[in-house]
């Protein structure tokens, strides 16, 4: 065995000559003209698998491989890249775009899977040769590839020393999202129904390098194509945005992604898709009134979610709460603006979690209460604000155990025995009970008692278990922004307040033994899996230790644990009067003012001030807007059109959006009709997020159309025209090509109707009318326009000729 290894490690050369090198590469440049000219002359999907190119690949493929053995240093991460391009990629795109113009067959998609299965086969006898020389540079590597097939490769011996283990590192994840993509696309060619293939290939290349955006954004992009997994698809799309080595597509990506969900049914999902980009991106100040809308309408569908019982819909918030944390957490892109805002949320979602807690502990508590007497009793939400109207209704011997409980608190607390009371010890005074009462927070679910040592373990009710990986996420959350937790006010006392109780309800609930699971991974450590914010938090967990357990009860229990230890974390903050543990006990008094952290409150008080200033500043602004209409519609203008020999009057997005007003004047005088081109449509809804005035110009045409008004109109989709002997712009000149777009209508409105209206030859019947100053349009526009027939105007030209005199 020992020589056969040797005679292998002879046929292997340990270095080769550059002239090699070259012929390779110059042998594989003229493989890749020839494919892209095969590629480029297909006419439908069979021609891509005809026995030549397909022999030109093969070869391609062989020389790829070659070269990496040649000089792994150099040429891997090329020849890797072009194997991907040129082998696989392209031919799969260009069968994609195929399929889309006409069916595929069942014969091509055959042909199709089978080289994705060919394609799968390559990329993973490559990444099992890396994953060996992986293992042989770095034995105490643990990752298990369980994904991959297991084959025979046969692999070969190249020396380690020559690559590094970041470059074999970067290839073994390349390798994986590429798997990842061709077990998609199998999918998206309808081949096969399943992505979790693809999924599970994506995340293993995630655990090579968490800092790379790219898995991430494939993630987005498997997840994109189904409505229930929007907010995760949200997720991946930040999480690539916000990585170390950002991936370009992600940004239009995401923004594409959002503007599609904006008209979702699903108001949750609407609402957060327009509150989402302002968190994200960089936006202009005079948005921050509409934050702060967006922001209550999300959060008030959010509270509808977390007392659904809908299956998934905690998922959903999950990753909801985390995209924003993402926002928080490294604001890269954002704003200071955006960051404030986007913690603002955090911690008002936190409050609706607390909130919901408490409404789910009162709902079990009186079942809780009476355990020990095996008595049933109807499940009821008790309202903290009516305790005196429940006292009334407690039984005698509900009243006797209270007392009892009051007392056994009391000896507990002294350090006494436990025993048997006597009838005068039952029977208090109700003074000292009232001063008992107001000492220490008592309710029905045991908040603020140390009677919890003796009294019967709560189980945790179904309704707290959808919602505890958020609760745990968001106390991760507060760990690493300690400037938060610091804050002594009035309004973040009562959080802690409220916190304290469900803490203690926690200790009283039933958990298994976990001690075994202090390092294991949940499901929301996994999404911010190498994010530097969260090191502190991650300190502790080992994400190559065996995956969490599926019990439920087990995941409670390390869950509860853990947010029990934020509750020890946050009482060590050195808050001598404010979120303390005592003997066991959580408390926070409400009205407790801390001396250390008055410079922190007034730094806090200053954050609000400058969040109010911003806010009053949105407020005149928008009342300046409601109120300028008004004052000039003080100074009553007619215009007079009846001199207009014109039918239609053709808009560009400034005459729609900055003269509505003269928009509206023509509709009324009933002389021209209005047609309004698509393309002016289409841009003045990208625009609908920067302007007020476009918003409003928006709900007036939707509500025209609407209702039907034969004066104004969209245009209809076979009026357009080519123009003859004019080169057009491209696409990517946005501004002229909107401008020849509506420049064909106005040419096919002109051609086709002046026959209907019998008009002369030489008086042009469409009038075409832009917002912009005379001065800026260009002469080619004029000239354009002149040889076509039609008249070019400004808005304000034609005001001034229209405009009368009012007596």
Known sequence: MAEKNLNLKARVPSSTSNDTIKKLIYSASILVKQLDSAVGKAKSCRDLFTPEVIELRSQLSYLCVKSMGADPLQCRRRAEELLWKKCYYDVITSAKISGKKCHLSSMEKLFIGNHIEAGIVKFTELMQDVWRRLEDMDPSLKLQLNVLPLLEVKYQNYELSKETREDLMESAQKILVWLGDLSRYRNDLEISNSVITSERFYRQAILFNSNNGLPYNQLGTLTSHDPSRAFESIFYYTRSLKASKVFPGADPNLKALLARLVTNEDKLISTFSQLFPKLVFVVKEETTFEVSQLCQVTLGEIQKRLGSSENGSCNQLLDLASSVMMCTLTPTLATNNNQTAAIAFCCSLFVHVLNRFQEIFHMTSRDASNVNGNQTHELKYVDPNAKEEMVDELSDEEEEESKRAKLRRRKVASGSSDQDFSEEELFLDSNSEQESEDDEVLSDSGFHSAEAKVESLLEIPHEATRILPIFKLLTDWFRVNVEIVQVSNQTIRKIWSTLADILNVFKRCQRENVSNYGTVPLEEDWKFYGVNSMSSVHAQIDFESAPAPSNVLILNSIRIERILQFGNWLASQNNEKGFQLVNGIYTC?????????????????????????????????????????????????????????????????????????????????????????????????????????????????????????????????????????????????????????????????????????????????????????????????????????????????????????KR
């Open 589 to 805: 008094p409400v009205d407790a003012v801390s001396d250390k952290s008055e410079g922190l409150g007034a730094k806090a008080d200053l954050v609000m001030r400058n969040m109010a200033h911003l806010w009053l500043k949105s407020e005149v602004q928008e009342l300046e807007r409601r109120l300028s209409p008004k004052q000039k519609r003080k100074k009553k203008t007619n215009f007079d059109f009846s001199g207009l020999s014109y039918v239609y009057l053709v808009p560009d997005v400034s005459a729609l959006s900055n003269f509505t007003y003269l928009i509206k004047q023509v509709i009324k005088s009933q002389k021209l009709i209005i047609v309004v081109p698509d393309i002016v449509i289409s841009e003045i809804d990208q625009l609908k997020r920067e302007s007020a005035p476009v918003r409003e110009c928006i709900r007036w045409l939707e509500s025209c159309f609407r209702t039907g008004n034969r004066f104004i109109r969209a245009q209809r989709q076979n009026e357009h025209q080519v123009i003859p002997l004019l080169t057009y712009p491209k696409r990517k000149d946005k501004a002229q090509w909107t401008l020849f777009q509506i420049l064909e209508c106005c040419y096919y409105l002109d051609t086709n109707q002046r026959n209907v209206y019998k008009t002369g030859q030489n008086s042009p019947i469409v009038l075409f009318l832009t917002g912009d100053p005379v001065e800026e349009t260009e002469q080619q526009t004029r000239a354009i326009c002149n040889s076509i027939g039609v008249e070019y105007k400004s808005a304000d030209s034609l005001m001034r000729k229209s405009k009368t005199k």
